[in-house]
């Protein structure tokens, strides 16, 4: 197989759709082969199929489950005898509330699949990954850095999981290990799509999520998973421990209202 990441099998959570489902093409253009590890089984084998060629694996995987993370890493070491990338992706972004109104259920829901996910990848993986020396990336989010409002389990999650990546770096850099993350503001993804509708006039938000970006307009994954090839090819072998913003500029500064 030719290209960045040719002959490096890649275990991505929430590869099924949206951003994931992006990288998951990104990754087998670029040679690699690709273990969709997703809850929802069916639309990860829709991937595969439809997008992938049928190359590669779809498997179903609660990444809140460190028994159900364990047994897909294994099934993926068992078909392939080697793991050079855990890309942690999955993740869930309701309740949209303010801390008082998220519930102690909903607390501990998005802190397990956002956040204890990269436990459980880690723990299952960090073996295999020390024999390749390969790497961990994550999709982190801008609101782990900048904050938003009525999203405060969400936002906590991901500002963990840049602090996480930090210390990942120091952690398994001594093994070769590479860890970064990166932070897309807005792409449309059902993801995002569903989090409009949560909001109080939809059709503003979607207006706001477009006017965030200073380049203009809110993209779809493939920039996200164009950045991601990078972080995990060899150009980037000199990178570990950063959050990389894909983020069109929605971070910059203090901005005029201007009609486009
Ligand atoms: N879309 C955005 O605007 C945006 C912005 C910043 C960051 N992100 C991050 O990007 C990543 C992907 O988001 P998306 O918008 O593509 O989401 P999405 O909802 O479109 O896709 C998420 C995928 O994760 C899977 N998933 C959900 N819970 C799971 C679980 N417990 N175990 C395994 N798989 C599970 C879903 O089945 C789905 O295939 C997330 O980490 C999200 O926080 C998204």
Redesign the pocket.
């Known amino acids: 197989m030719q290209g960045e990441l040719a002959n490096k099998v890649i275990f991505l959570?929430?590869g099924?759709?949206?951003?994931?489902r992006e990288c998951a093409i990104a990754y087998a253009r670029a040679g690699a082969t690709v273990v969709i590890?997703?809850?929802?089984l069916e639309?990860a084998q829709a991937t595969l199929t439809n997008d992938l060629c049928g190359i590669g694996l779809a498997l179903h995987?609660?990444?809140?489950s460190s028994e159900s993370v364990g047994a897909a890493i294994q099934h993926t070491l068992a078909c392939y005898g080697r793991l050079d990338a855990i890309h942690n992706?999955?993740?869930?972004?309701t309740p949209s509330k303010p801390l008082h109104e998220t519930t102690s259920a909903q607390w501990d829901q998005i802190f397990a699949?956002?956040l204890k996910s990269v436990y459980h990848t880690t723990l299952h993986g960090i073996d295999a990954l020390k024999a390749s020396r390969g790497c961990i990336l994550s999709?982190a989010?801008?609101v782990g850095t900048l904050g938003q409002e009525n999203h405060a389990a969400y936002v906590a999650t991901?500002g963990a999981l840049i602090a996480l990546t930090k210390a990942m770096a120091l952690d398994y850099a001594p093994y070769g290990i590479r860890v970064n993350a990166i932070s897309?503001?807005?792409?449309w993804?059902?993801?995002?799509r569903q989090w409009v509708q949560e909001q109080p006039d939809p059709a503003a938000t979607e207006d706001f999520l477009n006017d965030i970006h200073v380049l203009g307009f809110c993209p779809e994954?493939d920039v996200v998973a164009d950045a991601a090839v990078f972080l995990l090819s060899d150009r980037a072998r000199f990178i570990t421990g950063v959050t990389l913003p894909v983020s069109g500029g929605a971070e910059l500064g203090y901005r005029r209202l201007v009609t486009r």
């Open positions: 959570t929430g099924a759709q949206g951003i994931g590890a997703d809850i929802n639309a995987c609660d990444v809140a992706n999955a993740a869930i972004s699949v956002n999709t989010s801008m991901k897309p503001a807005a792409v993804t059902p993801l995002l994954g």
